[in-house]
Nanobody, 112 residues
Framework: QVQLVESGGGLVQVGGSLTLSCTTSGYNFSTSNMSWYRQTPGTARDWVAIIGGSGRVKKYADFVRGRFTISRDNAKNTMYLQMTDLKAADTAVYYC?????WGQGIQVTVSN
């Protein structure tokens, strides 16, 4: 059974940092592209970043480029999202995704 589980969310002040993790099981993690998305109430889910299976290829949405870093550890079947210089607008539920599978989401709240 495929599982994707996010962790590391929480409350942080504007300008602060937070690192999310997405731990996976049940499929071939090392060959799969992995993505982060985020969503606020009443809006569509937005793509944030993607990383290739080897970790060499990384792409970011404009609104996080330069502040967020996506990475992965294939030995641990885990993907990360290091978030720095957080803004109130980054407040959202963050989801990891691989293929057709999604995590349950984790709340990130950035307070003024």
């Amino acid at each position: 059974q495929v599982q994707l589980v996010e962790s590391g969310g929480g409350l942080v002040q504007v300008g602060g940092s937070l690192t999310l993790s997405c731990t996976t099981s049940g499929y071939n993690f090392s060959t799969s592209n992995m993505s982060w998305y985020r969503q606020t109430p009443g809006t569509a889910r937005d793509w944030v970043a993607i990383i290739g299976g080897s970790g060499r290829v990384k792409k970011y949405a404009d609104f996080v480029r330069g502040r967020f870093t996506i990475s992965r550890d294939n030995a641990k079947n885990t993907m990360y999202l290091q978030m720095t210089d957080l803004k109130a607008a980054d407040t959202a539920v963050y989801y990891c995704r691989s293929l057709q599978y999604w995590g349950q989401g984790i709340q990130v709240t950035v307070s003024n």
